[in-house]
């Protein structure tokens, strides 16, 4: 009997820190290609105002590879930095059920297959779509290609609220067309502290050394996480959402055209960890832009460049596992739209107290504030448990 509880004691404290690992794994592989996929993304967009979302394009190259054989399916094991079929279907199903559980924000996840008429998955592959990657499938006759464009497209405004429009384009199915694999992420969160709408004014944006144009821009005055980083030369600022589970955290660099030495600095996927470890709470005036962005993002293109190339080469992709009976699979488009909008969210609910709260932070005693004054362009990332889902750069309005 001892030696019985004895064994099941050991065999549970093993699994726990295999968990441990498995989630370490997971946050070093978003770290990563989340680092090189903003990379390529700020590269093609020079200049511009982006958001992506590395980390949903993680779980369908997670399928893909696990649908996958050979050099084609290591490639994908590689770029998203999952040392076997094993930690990536733990790592995904426990990613999965955190996100969701994130408390006091909005989070959700969805993920479906389309599949030729005609067609099937192979076995393994449904199940382990279904089971780690909460995958729905459904059969469509790509010949109706309007048809099909339309029902993928009004399922992924329903996951996303109606903020994502027009994924697919009719014109990108073809009578070769064998499968669609689509997900979404949508994510909503109030601020802890709301921003009062009434102190939100229009103020100067320096979109370089030469050019100023005036942005709406939020105030406040409270307590955040902060820091100043020498490395990045730069200003660190956490603004946590109700729950305190997820936050924002914007980078706002020391000099007007400094975000192009920025972004280089951030291709090291542990700098910007690294420069959030000597957060501390400090008393802090923020002035902050309202914005809105909506990138495309060609992920055939931008994935190419960081070294997945098999997948999307008829000759060398080996998609062996993900349709019974049919092997010469290969993927011909795939494309990212992302959204964000940043506001004073809930000001609503604050607006009452509007004078009262003006009044009282004056008559506070005098007290030393830091200044976080965001107006140049600047880094942002959206992260919930360590994971950063969105991020992106404010280049101007
Ligand atoms: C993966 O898990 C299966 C079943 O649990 C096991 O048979 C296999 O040896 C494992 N493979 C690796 C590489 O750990
Ligand atoms: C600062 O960060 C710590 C650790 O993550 C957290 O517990 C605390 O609530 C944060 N403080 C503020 C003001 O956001």
Redesign the pocket.
Known sequence: MKLLLCICFLSIAVSAMAEQDVDQILQDGNNKFTAKMFNEVANANKEKSIVLSAYSVMPPLAQLALASVGESHDELLNAIGMP????TKAAFSSANSKLRSTKGVTLQTASKIYVAQNYELNNEFAAVSRDTFGSEVKNVDFSKNAEVAAEVNAWVEDQTNHRIKDLVDPDALTPDTKALLVNAIYFKGTWKIPFQTYATRDKDFHVTKNKVIKVPTMYNKDTYNYTESKELNAQILEIPYEGDEASCVFVLPREVDGIDELAEKLRDPTALDKAMSNMHEIDIEVYLPKFKIETTTDLKDILQKMEIQRLFSPKNARLDNLLKHNSNLYIDSALQKAFIEINEEGAEAAAANVFGISYATSAILPKFYQLFMADRPFYFAVKSKSLTLFNGVLHGV
């Open positions: 076997n079929d094993n930690v």
